[in-house]
């Protein structure tokens, strides 16, 4: 399939993937920003803890989110593909997961980037403003980065719903769940 058919036949579930990276990242702020506010050096290593189990149950509502949609839509694809009305592709979820984070990447790479050089006087007003949309958008993976400290770690907001997309699309064309039981009618 090129990427024009393919691009054709998934747009409205790469937007919808979008929309849910969005209501993600609200959810998100929502959860982790109160135990922001707490003050960090006081009780540091309960706080790191708590904000560490809410991103963790944050990507697993994540992934929940993604999995049902494209799980549905992988055994939509299935029966389709049996029918003959359709080639069926098991890394169509990877890509559509791949061009839903499309913007996550471009932005981890300008802030990645930008955070090595800083200190620069040029480099500095553009490291604060990725900085905070870095924030804003991957904020799933806000407590990971306040925990660790490391630039990187807002990758995971960008990596793991392509690894979620691909694995539960694959999923839904080989109609396995893992949790639940298949309906049989």
Not at 52 to 66: D, Q, R
Not at 157 to 173: E, H, R
Request: with cysteine; charged share 15%; proline share 3%.
């Amino acid at each position: 399939m090129k990427f024009k058919e393919f691009w054709q036949r998934y747009k409205k579930e790469v937007f919808k993937l979008l929309v849910t990276h969005i209501a993600l990242a609200v959810f998100s702020i929502m959860c982790t920003s109160p135990l922001m506010v707490l003050d960090m050096n006081q009780s540091g290593s309960s706080i790191s803890s708590i904000i560490v189990i809410a991103s963790v149950f944050v990507f697993g509502f994540y992934y929940y989110l993604v999995h049902s949609h494209l799980w549905t839509l992988g055994a939509k694809n299935k029966i389709a593909a049996d029918g003959g009305r359709l080639v069926l592709n098991p890394y169509a979820g990877f890509w559509m997961g791949f061009l839903s984070s499309i913007p996550s990447l471009i932005l981890n790479i300008v802030y990645i980037g930008t955070s090595f050089w800083r200190d620069y006087a040029g480099v500095s007003k553009v490291f604060t403003t990725s900085a905070v949309l870095e924030a804003l958008w991957d904020a799933p993976a806000l407590g990971i980065r306040i925990v660790t400290g490391s630039p990187f770690a807002y990758l995971a907001s960008s990596l793991l719903p392509i690894v979620f997309a691909g694995v539960s699309y694959y999923l839904g064309t080989k109609e396995f769940k893992l949790f639940g039981k298949k309906n049989s009618d």
